[in-house]
């Protein structure tokens, strides 16, 4: 199975920077997701690596180690909007694991 | 282009009683995955259907089945409710390609109360 541990709560002023790692050990690793999930609403798909590197995509980046077992989502100019829980997700063959979530408070 | 589709989206059972949910995919999506998702927590998975098959399946006791149907819609059953069922189950869809699938579509989920 898959052990997915990523921090609970995060607290970021408006316009800063926050970084949100996460750490995994799995077998079969085929991917890793992260998705954005408003209060009371379904998680929704911000960004896929299954390549080391750095994937960017306007103000979210995300970023992959594959031998360290290691990702993280980086928001920058937060905005009010960004305020949610933020789910890293791990793929595996046909199936895809999720972490506990990070919340994320965003203050103006 | 309807997205993932669920239904009910809010119900309230007792103990011991049954309860069926239904999805449908999202338009081109051929594979669905149910996720129970507790408050604070995040998604948990049940199982995931392919051509009409339970493909995968995690930790969760046979109390909670599904099937899917030809139109590649799917239901998620679960017998002899508990208080800790209480949660909303979330389907997501998704197209199968090779020994993997693709990026997960979730629907706004149903959630369950069991008093």
């Known amino acids: 199975g898959q052990n997915i541990d990523q921090p609970t709560e995060m607290t970021a002023t408006e316009g800063a920077i926050v970084q949100i790692n996460c750490t995994y050990q799995?077998?079969?690793?085929?991917?890793l997701f992260w998705y954005q999930q408003h209060a009371g609403e379904a998680p929704t798909f911000l960004s896929y690596?299954?390549?080391?590197g750095l994937e960017e995509k306007g103000r979210f980046s995300s970023f992959l180690s594959r031998s360290k077992g290691y990702s993280y989502l980086l928001l920058k100019e937060l905005q009010m909007k960004d305020s949610a829980s933020y789910l890293c997700?791990?793929?595996?063959?046909?199936?895809?694991?999720f972490g506990a979530g990070t919340t994320v408070t965003v203050r103006a | 282009d309807a997205g993932v589709t669920q239904s009910p989206t809010h119900l309230i059972k007792t103990r011991g009683q049954q309860v069926t949910l239904r999805c449908s995919p999202k338009?081109?999506?051929?594979?669905v995955s149910w996720y129970q998702q507790a408050l604070g927590q995040g998604p948990q998975f049940i199982f995931q259907?392919?051509?009409?098959?339970?493909?995968q399946r995690g930790n969760f006791p046979d109390r909670f089945s599904g099937h899917q149907f030809p139109n590649y819609s799917s239901e998620l059953n679960v017998n002899a409710l508990l208080l800790g069922d209480s949660a909303l189950y979330l389907c997501?869809?998704?197209?199968?390609?090779?020994?993997?699938?693709?990026?997960?579509?979730f629907g706004e989920g149903s959630r369950l109360t069991v008093l």
């Open positions: 259907y392919y051509e009409e098959e339970e493909r």
């Open positions: 997501a869809s998704s197209l199968k390609s090779g020994r993997s699938t693709g990026e997960l579509f």
């Open positions: 799995t077998s079969g690793f085929n991917g």
């Open positions: 690596n299954v390549l080391d």
């Open positions: 338009s081109g999506h051929d594979t």
């Open positions: 997700a791990v793929r595996a063959d046909y199936k895809l694991s």
